[in-house]
């Protein structure tokens, strides 16, 4: 069985190292009453432990970048190539023997109610049959074989079953009609919990349709961690007028959406920053070039974590063995 680590697994130790550097000056000059080089003394480092204190987001960036404690989360259901077909449980398998911290899984729901492991809304790119995943039952869908492959397209009671002490979970909710929201929460949430993924489990939040975001959201506050998607100044405004909002979301973004200092922003905020890396996001010929640029730069500003296409898995371990070597 894996050890898990916990969700914001900086190097703490280190930044108290830092920390206890400032403080220990204090506390054995307190000790010392009427010397005025000591109160002195004393001011100098109240103004540094005040300095430390408001910038300890930046060093946690910095220590972060340096320990490559980076969450490498497999992008559509595993490690997906020409040869392995995305969400099957053959694409989880080599995640796993892959390393990889967690499985990003596209979730859908039949006809008849059964949550699914699928992308798209129509079945046809993936299968050649031209439906709907929402018009077809479960045991139909279970007929058919996905293209070019013996694989079948797994329920995400099955896939998670395989998760179970092997790999987490980061469940993007898609197609989720919003009288469906209730449904669907329950049945995913019961299944998270009876395969023990739910406390470290990553929801993943679609940008659209916006109007049932916050709904989705409020079914998993407090359960699980949810995708964040909006801008820096709305959740400081959400943070400042309910504090405990910091406790529910992580951010979750394209890699192009974020720069050093709104990393360092963020996660002064206390949430974890992750990004996707994926061949979509970039113009075909430029796809590999860019994404990779996108992989060492994201791990330089010391983002948490990155949701990448298994095309860029060998630069994130390349760059991640590099900067282990320089740390």
Not at 103 to 128: A, P, Q, S, W, Y
Not at 165 to 176: A, F, H, L, T, W
Not at 224 to 246: F, M
Request: charged share 25%; hydrophobic share 40%; aromatic share 10%.
């Amino acid at each position: 069985m894996k050890k898990y680590g916990k969700f914001f697994n900086v190097e703490n130790i280190q930044v108290f190292k830092l920390v206890k550097i400032y403080i220990n000056p204090l506390r054995r000059a307190r000790k010392t009453k009427g010397n005025k080089s000591v109160t002195i003394f004393n001011l100098f480092h109240l103004r540094s432990v005040t300095f430390l204190l408001t910038s300890l987001c930046f060093v946690q960036t910095i220590l972060q970048a340096q320990s490559v404690n980076v969450y490498k989360i497999a992008h559509r259901g595993g490690f997906v190539n020409s040869d392995v077909p995305e969400n099957t449980i053959a694409s989880l398998n080599q995640a796993i023997q892959k390393n990889y911290s967690h499985v990003e899984v596209d979730v859908r729901m039949t006809m008849d109610d059964v949550l699914i492991c699928f992308h798209d809304e129509n079945l046809k790119r993936m299968t050649g049959f031209d439906k709907k995943v929402s018009e077809m039952k479960r045991v139909e869908i279970h007929e058919m074989c996905l293209r070019d492959s013996d694989q079948k397209i797994p329920t995400l009671r099955e896939f998670l079953a395989h998760c179970k002490n092997q790999i987490r979970v980061m469940v993007d909710i898609k197609g989720c009609a919003y009288d469906q929201i209730g449904k669907y929460s329950d049945k995913l949430f019961r299944l998270l919990e009876q395969n023990n993924l739910d406390k470290d489990c990553l929801i993943l939040i679609n940008k659209s349709p916006t109007d049932i975001q916050l709904e989705i959201a409020n079914q998993f506050k407090g359960k699980c961690k949810i995708s964040w998607r909006g801008s820096y100044n709305e959740l400081s405004n959400l943070i400042a007028t309910s504090p405990d909002s910091r406790l529910y979301f992580y951010v979750f973004n394209h890699a192009e959406d974020f720069s050093s200092k709104n990393v360092a922003l963020f996660k002064a905020l206390g949430l974890s920053v992750i990004v996707s890396v994926n061949t979509a996001h970039y113009q075909l010929d430029l796809a590999q070039k860019k994404g990779s640029a996108h992989v060492k730069e994201m791990l330089r500003i010391g983002v948490n974590g990155i949701q990448l296409d298994a095309v860029y898995e060998p630069v994130f371990r390349r760059e991640t063995s590099r900067l282990t070597k320089m740390n």
